[in-house]
């Protein structure tokens, strides 16, 4: 184990591993980057040096400089080569770095499933599922005399209220009943004829 593994005493996961070699790649990655960048700009000035070597006849300068030119464009392909291959060692790394993940959260779920099977006792479970349907029946029974209970309650209340208010109608009827006879004397009879037929059959209701 060396200085990288440890930090601070603590040593260091499989997974923070993985992830110094990424940041490392990433780091690596970006310096070929710049490097390529650099000799993509002496390729360029190379070319402008040849163009003007050429013109101004210097035939020997342009041949040094040709060959600059080659070994530059070998190393910027050469670069090229190499941030591919440092590109898959990093998609190798993701790759493990994802299924030590999953296999991770597979421990972990299978660690749960272990844990609430050992809590779970079927015997008991059963029992608790029978007590429940067992009350469930017994509340639904008596529910069912409650409600029975409560309509017939409802019905006498009912039948006591439609007698009362036969009773009133009838009584309000006698006190207009008698105003109308005392005042209307004079009244057409088929107005005072409409009340005593009214109030006979009032009564005959009642």
Do not use: W
Not at 199 to 205: D, E, F, I, L, P
């Amino acid at each position: 184990m060396n200085i990288i593994e440890t930090l601070f005493g603590r040593t260091v996961t499989p997974a923070e591993r993985l992830r110094q070699y990424q940041r490392a790649l990433a780091k690596a990655q970006r310096e070929l980057d710049r490097e390529r960048s650099k000799l993509e700009m002496s390729e360029k000035k190379l070319i402008q040096d040849i163009k003007k070597n050429a013109k101004a006849g210097h035939m020997n300068a342009c041949k040094v400089t040709a060959k600059d030119l080659v070994r530059t464009r070998r190393y910027v392909q050469k670069f090229h080569q190499m941030r591919t291959q440092l590109q898959a060692v990093g998609l190798r790394i993701q790759t493990i770095r994802s299924n030590t993940q999953m296999a991770e959260a597979m421990r972990g779920a299978t660690r749960a499933m272990k844990s609430m099977n050992r809590g779970l006792n079927l015997p008991q479970i059963q029992k608790i599922m029978n007590e429940f349907e067992r009350e469930s029946a017994s509340m639904d029974m008596k529910e069912e005399m409650m409600s029975d209970a409560i309509d017939d309650v409802m019905d006498e209340d009912l039948e006591d209220e439609e007698t009362e208010s036969d009773q009133i109608l009838q009584k309000v009827l006698d006190e207009i009943g008698v105003d109308i006879s005392q005042k209307l004397t004079d009244a057409p009879t088929g107005m005072a004829g409409a009340v005593v037929s009214y109030r006979a059959s009032a009564s005959g209701t009642g």
